[in-house]
């Protein structure tokens, strides 16, 4: 039969080396890249390697800093960490301005509120006075005047024509 060749080695799999377990405390994490390196060493790590590397802080801080991928992500963590400084100190510095911004427009929201308690007012007198006399009620009590006017007049000529 056709022999079974990796992917990786080209040679038959039963001519291949196994790959070379992690050492605890080495300081390269070796071959591959970034995480995926790291996970494959961590694969090959038998159980009492795994407890000595979990017992052992500086250990896994060797193997994470050999990483690049990890690397690029503390250097990105850092970066966002400045940024997010400079940004609470911006906010920090901007602080009393806006609560100077937030004392005027209480003031201003409350002058509003006196202005339309005016026109409410204002609103509800002149409706009292527009109910109190309609249109129709105006034109009759005009008429009613116009009529005593013209009598009045008439009199007036009658009585200067005597």
Do not use: W
Not at 129 to 140: G, Q, Y
């Amino acid at each position: 039969m056709y022999p079974n060749y990796s992917l990786y080695g080209g040679q038959p799999q039963s001519q291949q080396q196994p790959p070379p377990a992690y050492e605890v405390g080495a300081v390269a994490c070796g071959g591959g890249s970034g995480l995926d390196s790291l996970l494959a060493q961590l694969k090959r790590m038998d159980k009492e390697e795994l407890q000595k590397l979990l017992d052992s802080d500086d250990k896994v801080a060797e193997m994470t800093s050999s990483s690049g991928e990890l690397q690029q992500l503390g250097q990105a963590k850092q970066t966002a960490m400045a940024a997010n400084r400079q940004t609470a100190e911006l906010n920090f510095a901007l602080g009393p301005r806006i609560e100077e911004s937030r004392r005027r427009l209480a003031a201003l929201s409350d002058e509003a509120d006196a202005q339309r308690a005016i026109l409410l007012e204002t609103r509800s007198r002149l409706e009292s006075l527009n109910s109190a006399a309609s249109p129709d009620t105006l034109l009759t009590l005009l008429e009613a005047a116009c009529m005593e006017a013209d009598e009045q007049a008439e009199s007036v000529a009658e009585a200067l024509a005597t």
